[in-house]
């Protein structure tokens, strides 16, 4: 592990790469911005480092020699919370959905930037920041002049409320107590709806776009509710 400058200091980062040269820029990218790293170049390797070095946030190639990283983060998932960003050649949307509803927070297609993958942790490690030290589940959430009173069900924006449907709720709810993760259709549909039949994503879209007219002073360009395309969607922390 190395030293940590000023800065992110605080987070512990594991990079799971098998391609040195990917590994190095990653790397030392993350050294810039003062993150301590952990490496790991094979699924085994990243098994064992997350499990004995407890890091803050995964960066994780799913091209690995000895394990598909789908299936590693399935493995993760089963005992951690670790936010997880996927950084992966794999371009189709179909590779994409399938890393984010085995568990994944995040999906960077290679080659990248280093700016992106920054910003991408960045949003990773204030949802970490976020939650520390309170209940994620907690009566009242609060991002922004946006504010979610869960046990009387009730929605303010910069204090005035917002009178929503019970599936808006249901789908702003569900949102914000994943801020800053990438939801898939299929899990946001398992959640709302009971069920992921692609007949019931017409709905969904439809839901959405009543619902970022509620809370979004711009629909047009969202502050909140951000959308990806062909996969889900995600709420931003303010």
């Known amino acids: 592990m190395t030293d940590a400058a000023e800065g992110h200091g605080a987070f512990t980062v594991l990079i799971v790469e098998d391609d040195n040269a990917v590994k190095s820029l990653i790397a030392t990218a993350l050294k810039v911005q003062g993150y301590r790293l952990l490496e790991a170049g094979t699924g085994g390797a990243a098994l064992l480092e997350a499990t004995t070095k407890n890091p803050d946030v995964i960066i994780l190639d799913l091209g690995l020699p000895d394990a598909d990283g789908i299936d590693l983060i399935r493995q ?137 007219k509620k809370i979004e002073r711009d629909p047009a360009h969202p502050a909140y509710l951000q959308t990806h395309v062909g996969i889900g969607y995600r709420m931003l922390r303010k």
């Open 76 to 212: 993760v998932r089963t005992w951690s919370h670790t936010p997880i960003i996927v950084v992966s050649a794999r371009t189709e949307d179909a590779d994409k959905v399938a890393a984010l509803d085995a568990g994944a927070d995040d999906y960077l297609i290679k080659p990248f930037s280093v700016e992106e993958l920054l910003a991408r942790l960045r949003v990773a490690t204030r949802r970490l920041a976020a939650d520390s030290g309170t209940d994620r589940d907690g009566p009242v959430y609060e991002n922004g002049d946006l504010r979610i009173d869960y046990a009387a069900r009730t929605v303010t924006l910069a204090g005035e409320e917002v009178h929503l449907t019970p599936i808006e709720y249901k789908l702003l709810a569900l949102l914000a107590r994943n801020t800053g993760k990438v939801l898939t259709h299929n899990a946001i549909l398992k959640e709302v709806w009971g069920n992921a039949l692609a007949s019931d994503l017409p709905s969904l879209r439809v839901f959405m776009a009543t619902l970022r």
